[in-house]
């Protein structure tokens, strides 16, 4: 933490709460954020949206305080605080997600957020039941699909956490039209396949990929362009689906299909926050946010990693586990009863405390603290 000396392992010092000496015009000005205001805020956003930017002031005059932005501008700040969020968008505006800068006296945290993943997965065949598993591998949000009651249901599929049967002209009024929605259309044959393309393509998506042989992909296009569908948008069906790796059994297709989505799916730098970790936030009176802000050496986790924690029990997330975590969990849900809003800790450990941890070199983390 910049102008302080390191501090000794797990030993916390606190910083003056937010709005005890905050002057404007020569008064002091005690300014309450709600944290969980502005996770709603980002929650809704991420529905509509495929990416939004944060900045949140860890540490300085405005801790604590917080807006969301995109490309166009400030999507969202506290009441009364718009025209500081727009200064400070001058300055963070360009900088990569998880990346810290100094505005005057403040220090910014920066994040870039794309909602959780969500695999949506037409038709229960053979290649369904793989890449079910490989998507909640890879923490995807995995809803598998079908027309057939024997190959939709939970049995069949238990590692997914949503399964619809229903007729595929129908069952779309049930799956949620998000932006980071991956669309896997395997479904039994050609006409279903070109139904579901039909209304995917009038929907958000981040991806969408199609089975089929060279021939059956080109009268699908074919067919929606006599439809009226853009070249734009008919040439953003991945079909065939699948990287080329020469893939020949189910297990195998499913892993190339894996495979691509993983590759668009990292072309948008943009980090998740896990839906039990919103939801917390959002929602749980009496929660604190544990969140790193910064990294050196092996700790752990990286920026960016985030936890919520409430009566000496983690709600959801990690920052990394052992004993800095549970220090944390222990000192954030302490907080509201010691009326702390806002705080930062630097865990910094050496090459002996190190070793205890299984951190090899030691390291630090920077951890703000938030109460709701």
């Known amino acids: 933490m910049a102008g302080t000396e390191q501090r000794e392992l797990l030993r916390i010092s606190l910083c003056p709460a937010f709005g005890e000496a905050y002057g404007r015009n020569n008064t002091i000005e005690k300014r309450e954020i709600p944290m969980r205001e502005a996770y709603k805020q980002l929650r809704h956003y991420l529905q509509e949206l495929d990416w939004v930017g944060s900045g949140l002031v860890y540490e300085g005059p405005l801790q604590g305080f917080q807006f969301l932005w995109q490309e166009e501008g400030v999507l969202w700040a506290p009441e009364g605080e718009m025209e500081t969020a727009k200064k400070m968008l001058l300055t963070i505006g360009e900088m990569k997600s998880r990346t810290t800068c100094e505005i005057g006296e403040n220090h910014v945290f920066v994040e870039h957020f794309g909602m959780s993943p969500r695999l949506v997965i037409l038709g229960g065949g053979h290649i369904s039941l793989s890449l079910v598993k490989l998507g909640k591998l890879l923490g995807f949000h995995v809803t598998v699909v079908d027309d057939r009651g024997e190959f939709a249901n939970l049995?069949?599929?238990?590692?997914?956490d949503c399964v619809l049967c229903g007729d595929f002209a129908q069952v779309f009024e049930e799956i949620p039209d998000l932006p980071a929605n991956y669309y896997v259309v395997v479904t039994r044959g050609h006409q279903a396949d070109e139904q579901c393309v039909r209304q995917i393509l009038?929907?958000?998506y981040a991806y969408v990929g199609m089975i089929g042989s060279k021939n059956k992909v080109a009268k699908t296009k074919e067919a929606l362009y006599k439809s009226g569908f853009r070249p734009a948008e008919v040439e953003a069906i991945h079909a065939p689906i699948g990287l080329k790796i020469g893939a020949v059994t189910p297990e195998e297709i499913a892993v190339c299909i894996a495979a691509e989505i993983i590759q668009e799916k990292n072309k948008v730098p943009v980090e998740t926050i896990e839906d039990a970790v919103l939801d917390a936030l959002?929602?749980?009176?009496?929660?604190?946010?544990?969140l790193i802000v910064a990294k050196s050496g092996s700790a752990p986790r990286e920026a960016g990693a985030r936890m919520a924690v409430k009566d000496n029990e983690i709600l959801a997330g990690t920052i990394g586990g052992g004993a800095v975590e549970h220090a944390a969990m222990i000192y954030g849900s302490q907080m509201p009863k010691h009326h702390i809003q806002r705080d930062v800790q630097e865990f910094v450990l050496r090459k002996e405390e190190g070793a205890k941890l299984g951190m090899v070199c030691g390291g630090s983390n920077l951890v703000y603290f938030e109460s709701n």
């Open 282 to 290: 959002c929602e749980d009176a009496g929660s604190t946010m544990a």
């Open 155 to 160: 049995q069949r599929f238990p590692e997914a």
């Open 202 to 204: 009038r929907r958000k």
